[in-house]
């Protein structure tokens, strides 16, 4: 299996502040790569696919960056809604996986 | 919109057959890939596998030899089948839309339920 590990597994933050979020895969993903948010009670809602596209109705603070086996989730402006778990997954091979999650705490 | 809703039982005892279904609704199941994931405190997300419009299959290897994904195209929902439960099954379930846009690195799940809770208890 696909090994995908996030970092950091939780951070504090503001609003307003630029939040990084990195994921790193045990071998080379090309870009079938796509981040999830998830708020408590809630599913998985898709961000970001392929890396970097952005998916329809997410606000353009979110993006995605990277390729091969390490790839970034960035939060330009951080806003209230924004506090939640994060999770990349690759679709490169079956099965897929997903990383363990960020959470992103109000400080 | 599509939308997917599970359903089914949310205590299981051990050693019997945990069994969900998932109602799409706004879409065609006749179409797509449609996927059981669950979540754990301890594991995290977890894919467990999906059934193509087709009939056409893919489970994780570890759990393969308990699961079944079938679909009824006539009711629009596909169903989850996991024999053999112990307390590590104890999850919350989602089903899910997997697009894949072959020619692209477009491969994702865009579509989940709300998710039900499954506890596997005597």
């Known amino acids: 299996d696909i090994q995908m590990t996030q970092s950091p597994s939780s951070l504090s933050a503001s609003v307003g502040d630029r939040v990084t979020i990195t994921c790193r895969a045990s071998?080379?993903?090309?870009?079938?790569l796509n981040w999830y948010q998830q708020k408590p009670g809630k599913a998985p809602n898709l961000l970001i696919y392929?890396?970097?596209s952005l998916q329809s109705g997410v606000p353009s603070r979110f993006s995605g960056s990277g390729s091969g086996t390490d790839f970034t989730l960035t939060i330009s402006s951080l806003e209230p809604e924004d506090f939640a778990t994060y999770y990349c997954?690759?679709?490169?091979?079956?099965?897929?996986?997903f990383g363990q999650g960020t959470k992103v705490e109000i400080k | 919109q599509v939308q997917l809703r599970e359903s089914g039982p949310g205590l299981v005892k051990p050693s019997e057959t945990l069994s969900l279904t998932c109602t799409v609704s706004?879409?065609?199941?006749?179409?797509?890939?449609w996927s059981w994931i669950r979540q754990t405190p301890g594991k995290g997300l977890e894919w467990i596998g999906y059934?193509?419009?087709?009939?056409?299959?893919n489970y994780n290897p570890s759990l393969e030899s308990r699961v079944t994904i079938s679909l009824d195209t006539s009711k629009n929902h596909f169903s989850l089948q996991l024999t053999s439960v112990t307390a590590a099954d104890t999850a919350v379930y989602y089903c899910?839309?997997?697009?894949?846009?072959?020619?692209?690195?477009?491969?994702?799940?865009?579509?989940w339920g709300q998710g039900t809770l499954v506890t596997v208890s005597s």
């Open positions: 706004g879409g065609s199941i006749g179409s797509h890939y």
């Open positions: 899910a839309r997997r697009v894949r846009n072959p020619g692209s690195y477009d491969d994702y799940f865009d579509s």
């Open positions: 059934i193509y419009y087709t009939g056409n299959t």
């Open positions: 997954q690759q679709s490169y091979l079956t099965p897929w996986t």
């Open positions: 071998q080379s993903l090309i870009n079938y």
């Open positions: 392929a890396a970097s």
